[in-house]
């Protein structure tokens, strides 16, 4: 654990069911000369009416709102960089994303592009970024990246078949709305990719080489709040009590990796996605089980304590078998939740693997937080797990 650590996350959150239902009231009180809002938003909350009822509301306080669609899942750089030529030619007060973790990302970096001169390509990387952007508002519609409180925002670039993040402090947003009712009618299948992508996150974010005290505290509560809801909001999606557990722990482990990172599991993933098009949520619960038995020997201890909160009984157990326990309930969410389990399904050979292990490779930022050397052949051997 390292001795020097800091935390930061949104300025205000505000959480609790239908506290959408006053979005504009909390919207309004970021100021009192908001006239233009950016909503960024995805198709799905229009056919269900979120963005419209957003919509109204702000109009109904004397707010223009323009409404854009055109991000796509897992956006790309040039996606982003298209809808960033076209909403630029107006000026906003305020951008607000309304949706899952690549809305949310994708507001953030729209937002420092519209105050700072600079191309996407030339921020990705930590710290690159010069200038606060536009206030956000970041609303989840799902339980997932936690994007809603970390300073990340990842992008794909379909030329290095990578996904690549931009970390600056500048991408916090100025006020989180949580709400689970927007959750409720989230797919089965997103329910389960995007639940155990925060997992991950808190997961890894407790074993990395930068867990620190409050990484830690927050990673645990997460831990705890999603063993006890992942299956119950998958097989009972409209369970309110689920699905704000879901939420809430979500944000903590975006909290968590916040002041902790992530670490091998989401180097492993990014080729994954930028690759064979795997979402992120599903590639991190592919990996997760096979890259904590790598990492075994060196988290033995630590994987031992995040056993209670997941609500295994360790009386009698000894770390090891504790630490092995934990391993073994990741593997039965993953078949439970259907999450997928063969890498063949999308197209890898097995003469694929040296390739996608190099691009893992070049993800050093989240492979140097491993506690765990990973090398190539390391890599390959964790792939080949999963071609079944």
Excluded at 62 to 89: A, C, M, R
Excluded at 180 to 203: N, R, W, Y
Excluded at 211 to 222: G, H, K, R, V
Aim: with cysteine.
């Amino acid at each position: 654990m390292q001795n020097l650590y800091q935390f930061q996350t949104a300025e205000r959150i505000i959480a609790g069911e239908n506290s959408f239902q006053k979005a504009a009231d909390h919207i309004s009180l970021l100021g009192t000369d908001i006239k233009n809002i950016l909503l960024v938003t995805q198709p799905s909350m229009k056919r269900l009416g979120f963005a419209d009822e957003l919509k109204n509301q702000l109009t109904n306080k004397g707010i223009h709102v323009d409404v854009n669609i055109q991000i796509q899942p897992e956006p790309t750089l040039e996606n982003i960089e298209e809808v960033f030529s076209e909403v630029s030619k107006n000026s906003y007060d305020i951008v607000v994303g309304l949706g899952g973790g690549s809305i949310l990302d994708s507001t953030k970096i729209l937002s420092v592009l519209m105050t700072n001169d600079c191309s996407i390509e030339s921020i990705l990387g930590t710290d690159l970024v010069q200038h606060p952007g536009i206030p956000t508002v970041l609303i989840p519609t799902t339980s997932g990246t936690g994007a809603e409180v970390t300073p990340n925002a990842i992008v794909t670039l379909p030329d290095k078949e990578l996904k690549i993040g931009v970390v600056s402090k500048h991408l916090y947003p100025k006020l989180v709305i949580m709400d689970p009712v927007l959750t409720v009618s989230l797919p089965k299948e997103i329910t389960a990719a995007t639940g155990m992508d925060a997992f991950t996150h808190s997961l890894e974010s407790f074993i990395s080489n930068k867990a620190n005290p409050i990484s830690d505290m927050f990673a645990l509560e997460s831990i705890r709040l999603i063993s006890s809801s992942i299956l119950e909001a998958y097989q009972q999606g409209d369970s309110v009590r689920a699905r704000e557990n879901m939420l809430i722990g979500s944000m903590y482990g975006g909290m968590a990796l916040s002041s902790a990172g992530t670490a091998a599991v989401h180097a492993l993933a990014y080729p994954l996605g930028g690759k064979y098009k795997i979402t992120h949520g599903v590639a991190n619960s592919m990996l997760l089980p096979h890259v904590m038995e790598f990492n075994m020997d060196a988290v033995v201890h630590r994987l031992s304590l995040v056993a209670e909160p997941m609500g295994i009984i360790t009386l009698g157990m000894s770390k090891e078998q504790a630490a092995a326990k934990v391993v073994e309930k990741i593997k039965s969410w993953t078949y439970h939740l259907n999450i997928p389990q063969d890498l063949k399904e999308y197209g890898v050979k097995d003469k694929n693997l040296e390739e996608l292990a190099y691009s893992a490779s070049q993800v050093t930022r989240l492979l140097n937080n491993n506690p765990k050397t990973v090398e190539m052949k390391d890599m390959k051997m964790i792939y080949k797990k999963l071609l079944a």
